[in-house]
């Protein structure tokens, strides 16, 4: 199936795809020049009311914010997209030229995320925030990610970090996942939006709805017998500390929903998952594999909206700081990217949250919780 592009108003219907194949691509929505310029304003009109995206004020409000400030088609793309788990719903939406990026004003990419300057991060903050609320779903943060870092997550290559299994790697391939499978409150919706991708890295999205219904190799992954540890930010000692198990494919059992991190439940082989559990993974990958889009070259302004229940991400391997002209490699900005995660409900994730913030998630792996 070939990319569907959407540049008119019209909103497609969630069985826009009845009777077809299973969706292999993301829903592309190109923003017009109207829109994308009603964004920038509606991002200076919040900064000027309320200061910072994390302003509580802000939050309390958000979904009001949403429905009134965001351009109608926009708003209702998300909305519809918040429930739809239908067999056609790929599970992302790349809307394409969202958001105008002052590259000078941005200024020289920073080694790491923690030199990062925030005071330039407000006005995309303001409109993840926005896209988020218009699900509806709550922006949060997560003790499992940097301790918390905030409700925006700026990802840079991180040259002590190029070869890992992270966002803050580059040389090596990030295998396709859905972001903290080894929780059970993951986050449900995630933005990623691109201020810079001088390199050119493709993104790399793969949707369980790709495979269909469920069939005879996906079945057993209902069973909560499989193993994932902590990700590459933790120390190996700290990652395999735990044998919790759980499913891989929850839900509906026709149309599930996935918890699936490639790199770690398939390639660490400090997974030490049974030979049950090692098989069943790999007979599914073999599928999976042919399944994986990496046809967008996400552009400066672009932003992929993501339903972390039906579509993992990852990205191609690169060489931070250089781009490919005629053949040569030439020194440019290195890759940036905005990250922002979200819950549709605080009430269901209570157990696992700071007593005092509701919007901070403090559980550690498969139900276990870090001290608060």
């Known amino acids: 199936m070939k990319n569907l592009t959407v540049t008119t108003n019209h909103i497609p219907p969630a069985d826009w795809q009845a009777g077809s194949l299973p969706p292999q691509a993301p829903l592309i929505v190109d923003i ?24 509580p004020a802000f939050q309390a409000t958000l979904h009001l ?46 080694a790491n995320w923690k030199a990062m300057d925030r005071d330039k991060l407000h006005a995309f903050g303001f409109i993840s925030s926005l896209l988020h609320g218009a699900v ?30 992270t ?38 999205l793969y949707s369980i709805r790709s495979h269909g219904a469920t069939d005879a190799i996906m079945a057993p992954l209902f069973r909560p017998m499989y193993k994932c540890p902590k990700d590459a930010n933790y120390s190996q000692e700290v990652a395999t500390g735990d044998v919790a198990t759980a499913s891989v494919l929850y839900g509906n059992r026709t149309w599930p929903f996935i918890r699936f991190d490639a790199a770690e439940q398939l390639h660490n082989p400090a997974a030490n998952q049974s030979a049950e559990a090692m098989h069943h993974l790999e007979e599914f990958w073999k599928v999976a ?50 990250r922002m995660m979200s819950k549709t409900s605080l009430i269901h994730l209570r157990a696992v949250t700071r007593t005092n913030d509701p919007f901070f998630i403090m559980e550690e792996h498969y139900g276990s919780l870090f001290r608060d």
């Open 32 to 55: 017009t020049a109207r829109e994308s310029t009603a964004i920038h304003y509606i991002a200076q009109k919040l900064i000027r009311e309320y200061g910072s995206y994390e302003n």
């Open 65 to 110: 914010n949403a429905y009134q400030l965001l351009p109608e088609r926009i708003a209702r793309l998300l909305s519809a997209f918040g429930t739809d788990f239908s067999p056609s719903q790929y599970g992302a939406i790349i809307f394409r030229g969202l958001m105008q990026v002052d590259q000078a004003e941005l200024g020289p990419t920073p």
């Open 136 to 165: 509806p779903s709550k922006p949060v943060q997560y003790y499992a990610q940097r301790k918390g870092g905030g409700l925006l997550h700026p990802i840079i290559p991180d040259e002590n970090m190029s070869y890992t299994q």
């Open 167 to 204: 966002g803050s790697g580059s040389r090596t391939d990030l295998f396709v996942h859905t972001e903290d499978a080894f929780l059970f409150h993951q986050a449900d919706f995630l933005s990623f939006l691109f201020l810079r991708n001088e390199e050119q890295v493709p993104s790399t």
């Open 289 to 338: 594999k042919t399944h994986i889009y990496n046809a967008f070259i996400p552009q400066s302004g672009d932003l992929i909206f993501v339903n972390n229940h039906l579509c993992a991400h990852g990205r191609n391997a690169f060489l931070a700081g250089f781009r490919n002209d005629n053949g040569r490699l030439v020194p440019c900005e290195r890759r940036m990217m905005l």
